[in-house]
């Protein structure tokens, strides 16, 4: 068979992880063998797939349970890309082997669950509050009061009055803090959340503020002692989405639930101003056709352009002033616009012809400002794009239909295949942490710089590696092996290094390390060390989302699993 256009040689995008040598790369979708590398043991071949090559299996998803192919043609009960909602979090089995490809070149990667956890530290359960810069973060024993009648919030996790939360018997969490060891910065409790769980999405630092949602709140902290920023924020009904990134000048945007009944809808709009707390414009998701809903919806800002995608379209809203722009709605041979990811560049991820022989996923990128298409890339048929890891490059991972394969593309300027990863390695990024994910870019544990994608890979035990994947031609250009006996995790790529968050454990604190991206030395360098004494607090982060900015480390809660008995942790601040 000849190669498709667009298709690189080699088919480089990954070879399946622990797999045995592959034939030579043949048409559209056959897996070209990397060499053995790394020790990685041998498996024996998988039976034959569409083109003659053998299949490897696909790695569990972010719920660690394979998920289904929506129906795109009908509304699911809780919208989502034409998902169902996942299960509730818990921790996967150890992940499988590699997976096939559809742009015919190989395959990769593999999708570790969150945990939600509480904790609890010698039997007892603690709270932690901060004073101002003459206090010290201390951890105090709390209640734990019930939401009110009203839909309020009884026991914010901000009270906006410079108290922080907890009550009496303060024990200092600095205590006993090493030489070399960073301190803790404050401390804060989650608010009450019912006992079927709520989310906790989103994280945005700026110069001055740690800001934070929380169940039914949005709540802000300095960045250095943890006061109080500005009052909290609440909300009628709980928070369902968030815009992950802000805009330029410091603008989020917040959806919150329309009612508390099982039908309700995440429509409901808030503009925030992250500096200063100040609420902006206000806007309702309307419904789109038959079976386009906004149950469950996924919101994104690229430029000046708030994307909010339903279940089979998406509306655009002016982010400064909440005018509706424009709508992306069906189009061509019955595609269904059902996912959305912004940032530098607006994707979109529609399904197209479902039912039909001709079904299958297109890719496309939109101007933010018109909504019209710049290019279409048309996935093969039996492969959904599952998460868009960048946008810019963009850096899709795909699963088949049967949801047992899966493959991770870079697409070039033009939306044609630009590589695909070929590695051996078995990766684990955390993807999706809340019941209602919606959202294309849920993916955690996972960086992408101009030139380079770089990936966790999974370890049962001990100490896992990072793996640099060359965007140009999908294969390793380096390697590098967690410093301590646990995983170590991407935070992100910036002026020429990949920061990096290594875990604590139940007995040491967590790093932050840095690695430098060029060159031949790629050994990691602490920049960060947690402290020993609070190692309990910070292993216990299970659901999670972590940042590194101007010298501080931050570590929240993404998921509330509403136990009445304890107070759950919402978020920890480390710095020197």
């Known amino acids: 068979m000849t190669q498709p256009p667009e298709q690189p040689p080699s088919g480089g995008y990954g070879a399946p992880p622990n797999q045995p ?42 719920y660690g349970q394979p998920q289904q192919p929506g129906p795109y043609g009908q509304q699911p009960p809780y919208g989502g890309y034409g998902y169902p909602p996942p299960s509730p979090q818990f921790t996967p089995p150890p992940p499988g082997g590699g997976s096939r490809n559809p742009f015919k070149g190989k395959p990769a990667l593999v999708i570790a669950a969150a945990v939600a956890g509480l904790l609890v530290v010698g039997g007892t359960v603690w709270a932690v509050t901060s004073g101002g810069d003459d206090k010290k973060p201390v951890a105090e024993q709390s ?149 386009d809903s906004a149950i469950s919806i996924g919101l994104s800002v690229t430029g000046r352009t708030l994307m909010v995608g339903r279940s089979q379209s998406g ?52 101007d933010p400002a018109t909504g019209k298409a710049r290019w279409t890339k048309s996935i093969p048929k039996g492969w959904s794009v599952s998460h868009v890891y960048s946008v810019d490059p963009v850096v899709l991972y795909m699963t088949d239909s049967d949801d047992k394969h899966w493959n991770i593309s870079t697409l070039k300027a033009d939306g044609s295949v630009r590589s695909q990863v ?64 646990v995983s170590m995790v991407p935070i992100k790529a910036e002026g020429g290094k990949l920061l990096a968050y290594v875990e604590a454990s139940y007995g040491a604190g967590g790093q932050v390390v840095s690695v430098p991206t060029a060159g031949s ?35 929240s809660s993404t998921r509330l699993n509403g136990n009445d008995d304890t107070k759950e942790k919402l978020m920890l601040a480390y710095g020197k």
């Not at 590398?37 to 797939?49: E, F, K, L, N």
């Not at 630092?205 to 009052?231: C, F, L, Q």
């Not at 909300?235 to 989020?252: H, L, N, R, W, Y």
């Open 521 to 555: 030395s790629h050994a990691t360098t602490k920049l960060l060390q947690m402290p020993e004494g609070t190692a309990q607090i910070e292993s216990s982060f299970f659901s999670r989302d972590i940042d590194y900015v101007d010298g501080r480390f931050y570590i």
């Open 143 to 291: 209640d734990s009061p019930e939401p009110s009648a009203s839909g309020t919030v009884d026991d914010p996790a901000n009270p906006g009055d410079g108290s922080g939360d907890g009550g009496k018997d303060a024990e200092d969490l600095n205590a006993g803090r090493k030489s070399g060891e960073a301190k803790v910065l404050w401390y804060k409790e989650a608010p009450d959340a019912p006992g079927s769980g709520a989310d906790a999405p989103g994280m945005w630092i700026t110069g001055k503020t740690a800001v934070k949602a929380a169940y039914k709140e949005v709540v802000a902290y300095d960045v250095g002692n943890g006061d109080p920023a500005w009052p909290a924020v609440t909300f009628p009904q709980k928070i369902c989405a968030v815009t992950a990134e802000k805009s330029s000048d410091g603008k989020i945007v917040v959806a919150y639930e329309s009612g508390v009944s099982d039908n309700a809808k995440c429509n409901q709009l808030q503009q925030l101003d992250l500096n200063t707390g100040a609420k902006g414009w206000t806007a309702v998701v309307p419904d789109g056709d038959l079976f």
């Open 315 to 366: 509306i655009a809203y002016d982010v400064d002033t909440g005018k509706k722009l424009y709508e992306k709605k069906k189009y061509g041979a019955a595609c269904f616009p059902g996912g959305f990811a912004g940032g530098a560049r607006l994707i979109s991820v529609s399904s197209c012809g479902a039912g039909s022989s001709t079904e299958h996923d297109e890719v496309q990128e939109l």
């Open 422 to 485: 070929d590695s051996k390695a078995t990766f684990a990024p955390s993807c999706g942490s809340s019941f209602l994910d919606s959202d294309l870019q849920g993916c955690e544990d996972v960086a992408v710089d101009a030139t380079t994608l770089y990936l966790p890979t999974d370890a049962t035990t001990g100490a896992n590696q990072i793996v640099a994947i060359d965007l140009a031609t999908g294969k390793e250009k380096w390697r590098v092996k967690s410093p301590e006996s």
């Open 21 to 62: 040598p592959q034939p030579p790369s043949g048409g559209f979708g056959a897996p070209v063998p990397p060499a053995p590398g790394y020790g990685y043991p041998q498996q024996q071949p998988q039976q034959s797939g569409p083109y003659g090559y053998p299949q490897q299996p696909q790695q569990p998803g972010p």
